[in-house]
């Protein structure tokens, strides 16, 4: 079992940046691909982002893309997710996520979930 725990939502203004952390439970955090992905209110989970085992490897979705930057540091079993020029519509639960590839990650197959951190962009 692996747990995860982010951290680093909070209210901030519209151009603002934030770094969001998941940390891990276990040393295995370093054979799981990871992920971030976010829910707004009345909407279904989105994926944002992921990275592979190494880090060698990141994939975002459209809508963040040259805005967020995910990357791991597998020595802290933790990922995180940069985020800059934030807009009011990438308010959301922010949750992070394990899985054995990028491919399931971008599928939502996930081994784990977290509990998710709030970020809500004032404009």
């Known amino acids: 079992q692996v747990q995860l725990v982010e951290s680093g939502g909070r209210l901030v203004q519209a151009g603002g940046s934030l770094r969001l952390s998941c940390a891990a439970s276990?040393?295995?955090?370093?054979?799981?691909?990871m992920g971030w992905f976010r829910q707004a209110p009345g909407k279904g989970r989105e994926f944002v982002a992921a990275?592979?085992?190494?880090?060698?490897?990141?994939y975002y979705a459209d809508s963040v893309k040259g805005r967020f930057t995910i990357s791991r540091d597998n020595a802290k079993n933790t990922v995180y997710l940069q985020m800059n020029s934030l807009k009011p519509e990438d308010t959301s639960v922010y949750y992070c996520?394990?899985?054995?590839?990028?491919?399931?990650?971008?599928?939502?197959?996930?081994?784990?979930w977290g509990q998710g951190t709030q970020v809500t962009v004032s404009s």
């Open positions: 996520a394990a899985a054995g590839s990028t491919y399931s990650l971008r599928s939502q197959r996930c081994d784990y």
């Open positions: 990275i592979t085992w190494s880090g060698s490897n990141t």
């Open positions: 276990k040393r295995t955090f370093s054979s799981y691909a």
